[in-house]
């Protein structure tokens, strides 16, 4: 999630206002700070411990002098409020004794930051290890002026991606999560930058930081900026695929959407004219002249609704204060309110979720939905019969009584009692409610998600009560406080289980040799269709299978001309019944020559469950896949129980590797079974890669999920948007196959069984093979729902083969399904026994004797690079234009090319072998002679001619797309035969951006 680390609305007039909500609701009052997790999983309190004195010796001018300083302890300790349990402590020492003055957790609560004075430490909080000390850098003085610090922490934390930020003047450095490894240094950041705004997107790719009217954005893993944007605050959308950004220059507003990654500026507005226009309307609708009156903008007070979506702009007209709020995309006026008492009512307000919360003069607030205009009026309760309602309340009386929670559902009141005790009322703001009471010395805050609030007691111990007890109170009443445990939380460690019987009915087929297709003539050979997965999409399906018989051969070569007759049936079954013949389907085929390097993640289980023995041999699985390797592809590997440890990092190195790699067995592990966040942290070690054209994580599994901070929906929407690959091996009986087949399935892996220590030896590299040869049967669909498909092969008459899969092509909102709590990848439609083919009820059509609509070709991995990711392109485009381009020329009328015009066609092709990932158009275009439509077909058949040539001299055809232009983009005046000759040309760009 996006983590902002300072944030400050700049209000002029109401900054006190919105400074001190947020204090309230998010800090302690005590001389001791707290901190939350922004998922409201984990709570944190410092407290003092002691000071001593400690001889520090110094070299001054060659000399050691000795010198007594004070140093002084503090203890942080962290607990897990949902399962109410002590999580670990951290100590600091400090030679100042101003305190801890402030804890900031990572997004899902796994870093912690902590600052006092210029000192800040992060530890990583599940293992109790210190990642990192920092000094806040000060600016030096300048012209015998006062130095000046850094005035906001200095620390970001990507949430899947495992790493954290640290910045400071002229400084802005990334690093590892797991160790506290330095991963990038990002150029460019100016001198004595002075930050406003450092976050983390929320998709983890970008590092931003704002200040001096500036926006700087760097991408995850590399040091060069990516972009330096003019502007007073920015948001990313939350699909991430577009950033906002608003510049305010005097009383001129404007914003700007730039598309990611490329940067490209979509939209521009400008609100002064929208305003202008905005009152001219209203001049007409009094009955003035348009243009009678203006609006002048109120820049202090104007701001984006965090998902950048929203434009909330404050402006004057005639003295009194308008509120109007703008769609950043389409410019479109979503709403607007106009103060009738001209004293400034819109003014505070503050953003909650998509709503804005007004604090009115009168006795009510206000919450008011931006997208759909509803309304919320919450009635004030506070009033202690003075006739001073909640605004001056606010300010005045209630300053350090009332507090709100951050979704502004409930607010807690402070009553005082006695010295030591007192009274807090709660209530929900939504319904008319008595307050429920709390007894305690203090109210600590409400945590981020809004769910507890946190009190001190008398002691000093600390508890909670939920908030939610208050709506469900049958009537008002005491709530009882939740102390929380100084007991530490359970490990969910697992004790060693053996090996069980082979199911009767299992059956794992195993590739034991590659055969080419043109052997399976021997009629004693019988190949059939094994299921591999399946990569939806709303039009567009493939069913990827192996070729294999028996024996474990697997049959290579079935792509091509002189074969495709094989692939003799393919019928699809639409969501209304129907059962239609697909006679236009591709077949692909990928095999590991062909492909480019791959990048593998080992995700190895080393829970207690797993034994020591098997652990040993699990690691002698993953040392025999290390050695075994090709030489260009890439390993990392991770191990994990409910912690997670990075053995290797990613290396093509066999020696790097190895040395990584640790022979210990359960030596640091042997506790719960985190899947998830190991599967993540494989992830992780991809993020950035380039010159890869698969990527892929391979998660090993003895036991189910127990022990992760992370969501299943999180991993599979990181998985789909940077279009990796999981593929899951479940080991032995205690397993969720449904769980591990959701991983696989929705982000286009396999799922494999196995039930043998002794199958750990092959496991890896069978999955290795499998995952570069493969053939992908691609055909479209236009309909959505659940589908079912039978896949057919005849070898001959005698030697057939079938394979049924159901599947559902509804495509899932990513951004929906990592928002929510629920498990969105549910149980997956999959591939259907021979047995169960009746009960599908598919009409069976007869075989496919016209083979004229197949297609077939060789796979490329060029529409599975994830464009996120994909490597710098400026090189690579000067190299492209660089190249001598052949001036094909063609025949009159005609896709004929003029002899010796082809000369240097080669350096084309050469090109694209050299860049695999790289894709290109040909354009065609023609001289003037002739119909418009004809020109442009003519021009097509001609960029298609020059397509074949390349595609003949190895290329993959899917790399290569065409297009006509005919007559549209002449290079000289259609005058003369010559011109008209030099305009009958093709081009060539590179697509990729």
């Known amino acids: ?109 796994r870093l912690m930051y902590a600052r006092s004075d210029k000192i800040c430490r992060i530890w990583n909080v599940p293992k109790g290890d210190l990642l990192k000390d920092f000094t806040i850098v000060v600016e030096k003085p300048l012209n015998g002026k006062k130095e000046k610090e850094i005035d906001f922490d200095p620390f970001a934390a990507a949430w899947r991606d495992n790493y954290f930020v640290l910045s400071g003047y002229g400084m802005l450095q990334s690093f590892n999560g797991f160790d506290g490894t330095a991963v990038c240094n990002f150029s460019r950041l100016p001198p004595r930058f002075e930050g406003e705004k450092f976050q983390v997107s929320p998709d983890d790719l970008y590092i931003s930081i704002s200040g001096d009217n500036k926006v700087l954005i760097w991408k995850n893993g590399t040091s060069r900026m990516l972009k330096r944007l003019s502007g007073n605050g920015y948001e990313f959308t939350p699909d991430c695929k577009s950033i906002v950004v608003m510049r305010n220059s005097g009383n001129y507003l404007y914003t700007y959407v730039y598309e990611l990654p490329t940067f490209l500026r979509k939209k521009k507005i400008s609100y002064n004219n929208l305003l202008r226009e905005y009152a001219k309307d209203m001049d007409v609708a009094e009955g003035k002249r348009p243009g009678t009156t203006v609006f002048k903008i ?131 703001l939504r319904v008319k409610q008595e307050p429920s009471y709390i007894l305690a010395s203090e109210f600590v805050g409400f945590t981020p998600d809004s769910r507890y609030a946190i009190m001190k007691m008398q002691d000093g111990r600390f508890g909670y009560v939920e908030s939610r007890a208050t709506d469900m109170a049958m009537e008002p009443g005491e709530l009882k406080v939740t102390l929380l445990d100084d007991g530490d939380c359970p490990i969910n460690a697992e004790k060693p289980i053996a090996d069980v019987e082979i199911p009767a009915e299992y059956e794992y087929n195993r590739i034991t040799g590659f055969r080419h297709i043109s052997e399976i003539n021997d009629t004693a050979v019988y190949a059939k269709l094994i299921m591999k997965t399946m990569d939806l999409g709303d039009t567009m399906v493939s069913i990827q299978v192996h070729l294999m018989d028996k024996d474990g051969n697997y049959y290579y070569g079935a792509a091509s001309d002189d074969w495709k007759q094989i692939w003799c049936n393919l019928l699809l079954k639409d969501p209304s019944g129907k059962t239609r013949q697909v006679a236009d389907f591709e077949v692909e085929e990928f095999q590991e020559r062909d492909t480019l390097p791959n990048a593998i993640s080992l995700v190895l289980d080393h829970s207690g469950s797993m034994g020591e023995d098997r652990a040993v041999a699990l690691q002698g699985a993953a040392k025999t896949f290390i050695n075994q390797k090709k030489p260009d592809d890439a390993v990392s590997v991770v191990k994990y129980d409910q912690g997670v440890g990075i053995e290797a990092r990613l290396n093509k190195d066999k020696s790097l590797l ?90 286009s892996g396999s799922y494999y069984r196995i039930y043998r220590t002794e199958d750990f030896n092959w496991i890896f590299e069978d999955i290795y093979s499998k995952m570069r040869n493969y053939y992908r049967i691609r055909f479209k669909t236009d309909t959505t729902g659940i589908h079912t498909a039978l896949l057919k092969i005849c070898i001959d008459d005698i030697r057939k083969d079938s394979l049924v899969v159901a599947f559902d092509n509804t495509q899932i909102d990513l951004e929906k399904a990592q928002k929510s709590e629920k498990d969105v990848f549910k149980v997956p439609l999959t591939h259907i026994s021979r047995e169960e083919i009746s009960l599908q009820r598919i009409e069976i059509i007869p075989d496919i004797s016209d083979f004229t609509k197949v297609g077939v070709t060789k796979g490329t991995w060029t529409d599975e690079w994830p464009d996120s990711l994909a490597p710098d392109l400026t090189d690579i485009e000067i190299e492209f234009e660089q190249i001598k381009f052949p001036d094909i020329k063609f025949v009159f009328d005609k896709t004929v090319i003029v002899p010796g015009t082809d000369e240097g066609i080669e350096d084309v092709a050469r090109f694209m072998e050299k860049y695999p990932f790289i894709r290109i158009e040909i354009g065609g275009h023609t001289d003037n002679f002739g119909d418009d439509l004809y020109n442009q077909e003519l021009s097509g058949r001609r960029a298609e001619t020059v397509k074949q040539v390349i595609v003949d001299m190895g290329i993959a055809a899917g790399r290569i797309e065409t297009k006509g232009y005919g007559e549209s983009a002449p290079v000289l005046e259609n005058t003369t035969d010559e011109n008209r000759q030099v305009n009958r040309r093709v081009e060539f760009r590179i697509l990729n951006e």
């Open 658 to 747: 190895l040395s990584g790699l640790m022979m210990q067995g359960l030596l640091g592990y042997g506790g719960g079974t985190a899947l998830l966040d190991g599967t993540n942290a494989g992830l992780s070690t991809l993020a950035g890669v380039r010159g890869f054209g698969r990527q892929a994580v391979i998660l090993f599994t003895d036991g189910m999920e127990n022990s992760s901070y992370l969501k299943k929906n999180d991993i599979i929407t990181r998985a789909i948007r940077e279009k990796r690959n999981i593929y899951t091996i479940g080991f032995g009986e205690y397993i969720s196959e449904d769980y591990l087949q959701s991983l696989s399935y929705y982000t």
């Open 1 to 109: 999630m996006i983590m902002p680390l300072y944030i400050l609305r700049n209000m002029k007039c109401w900054i006190l206002l919105l400074v001190s909500l947020f204090f309230l609701s998010h800090h302690s009052f005590s001389q001791n700070p707290v901190g939350y997790s922004p998922n409201g999983l984990f709570f944190a309190h410092s407290e003092y411990l002691n000071g001593f004195n400690q001889e520090k010796t110094y070299l001054v001018n060659g000399k050691e002098k000795t010198k007594s300083v004070g140093f002084h302890k503090y203890k942080i300790s962290v607990y897990n409020i949902r399962k109410n349990c002590h999580v670990n402590d951290f100590y600091f020492l400090a030679e100042e004794k101003n305190g801890i003055d402030t804890i900031i957790f990572s997004p899902d609560g």
């Open 298 to 428: 109120d820049g202090a007070k104007c701001s984006l609704t965090p998902d950048g979506r929203s434009m909330i702009v404050v402006a004057i007209r005639d003295g009194k204060e308008h509120l109007l709020v703008y769609n950043t995309i389409t410019s479109e006026l979503r709403m607007s309110m106009m103060d009738q008492g001209g004293e400034g009512s819109f003014c505070p307000y503050n953003l909650i979720n998509d709503s804005l919360m007004f604090f009115r003069k009168n006795e009510i607030k206000v919450l008011l939905n931006i997208y759909n205009g509803y309304s919320t009026v919450f009635e004030d309760y506070s009033d202690d019969g003075s006739g001073k309602g909640a605004f001056s309340g606010l300010f005045k009386r209630n300053k350090k009584d009332e507090f709100y929670s951050p979704d502004f559902r409930y607010r807690l009141v402070r009553k005082p009692m006695f010295r030591d005790l007192k009274r807090f009322e709660l209530n929900t």
